[in-house]
Nanobody, 121 residues
C-alpha cells in the first residue's frame, strides 16, 4: 500500500491562511500527479488543485489566485498553501496520488484520510 498522511488543517478566520501538507510513504516506484480534493457537507468531492511530477498545475476556478499547490518529489510530499480563505472553503480536504508501487504495477489512485478546514469568524 501507499499511505498518504495529511496535516495542517484547522480553524481559521476569513481572510486567513493555512498550509496543508501530504506525505506519501510505503513502497513507491513512482508518483505521477498529486492533488487536493475537498468535500463540504452535503456536497460532492471536488478537485481543488493538482500538480504533475513535472510541476504543471491545475486549479479549480474558485481557488485560482488564492491557493498554490507545490510538491517536493524527493520527499514524496505535496503542499497546498491557502490564502484569503473564505467560509465557503470550509470542507474536509483530501490528498490524492496517482502512483505505482512497482515498475510493473498499474497506476492507481491513493487517498489520504482527510483533514478538516473550517473558516469562520
Amino acid at each position: 500500500q501507499v499511505q498518504l498522511v495529511e496535516s495542517g488543517g484547522g480553524l481559521v478566520q476569513p481572510g486567513g491562511s493555512l498550509r496543508l501538507s501530504c506525505a506519501a510513504s510505503g513502497i513507491i516506484f513512482s508518483i505521477n500527479a498529486m492533488g487536493w480534493y475537498r468535500q463540504a457537507p452535503g456536497k460532492q468531492r471536488e478537485l481543488v488543485a493538482a500538480i504533475t511530477s513535472g510541476g504543471k498545475t491545475n486549479y479549480a476556478d474558485s481557488v485560482k489566485g488564492r491557493f498554490t499547490i507545490s510538491r517536493d518529489n524527493a520527499k514524496n510530499t505535496v503542499y497546498l498553501q491557502m490564502n484569503s480563505l473564505k467560509p465557503e472553503d470550509t470542507a474536509v480536504y483530501y490528498c490524492n496520488a496517482d502512483a505505482q508501487r512497482y515498475s510493473v504495477s498499474p497506476r492507481r489512485d491513493y487517498w489520504g484520510q482527510g483533514t478538516q478546514v473550517f473558516v469562520s469568524s
